[in-house]
């Protein structure tokens, strides 16, 4: 097997595992994504610069603008990021416990829970929370778009170049 196609594979895989990293936040997405584009422009042709460059663009605008509008709902609202980080971790745990639901579950209880302590009131933390849960949603729906087209534009770059000779 050639070196080009062996960083094909790499690539390819990094790719994915990023994608599912971003839908599954235990995993780094939008870096493994970067990781696999620069491994198939090191070892693909020339062409395949063109795709990092695009690739690192599209991620890069995705996880930033992502984090950027995310921010800016939790602002608005004056939520802190301590409940974030709780919910995170309680949503680790329920990956664990629950393994098909238990991330967001286990996410939305610390989350929820952890609102009520710094608000005391229910109806005001489950409207934070459900605020917090939009920002990162949109935040994480536009970093997965950007990272699609992002694994396209490298798709294309590996098709070229072995159906082509780009």
Avoid at 42 to 53: C, D, E, F, R
Avoid at 56 to 82: V, Y
Avoid at 108 to 137: F, H, M, N, P
Wanted: glycine fraction near 14%; charged fraction near 10%.
């Amino acid at each position: 097997m050639t070196p080009d196609a062996i960083a094909a594979i790499v690539a390819v895989v990094l790719a994915l595992v990023g994608i599912v990293g971003i839908i599954v936040p235990v995993l780094p997405g939008s870096i493994t994504i970067m990781a696999g584009l620069i491994v198939w422009g090191i070892w693909g042709s020339g062409w395949a610069w063109l795709a990092v460059g695009i690739g690192l663009l599209l991620t890069g605008t995705g996880m930033f603008s992502g984090w950027i509008l995310a921010k800016r709902g939790l602002d608005a609202r004056e939520i802190p990021n301590w409940p974030i980080v709780v919910g995170a971790v309680t949503g680790i745990v329920g990956m664990f416990v629950l393994p098909a639901l238990g991330l967001p579950i286990g996410f939305l209880a610390g989350l929820v829970v952890c609102e009520y302590i710094r608000l005391r009131d229910w109806r005001e933390a489950l409207s934070t929370s459900w605020t917090t849960t939009k920002a990162l949603g949109i935040g994480m729906l536009i970093e997965f778009a950007c990272a699609c087209l992002a694994l396209f534009v490298l798709g294309v770059s590996i098709l070229g170049h072995f159906a082509f000779g780009w």
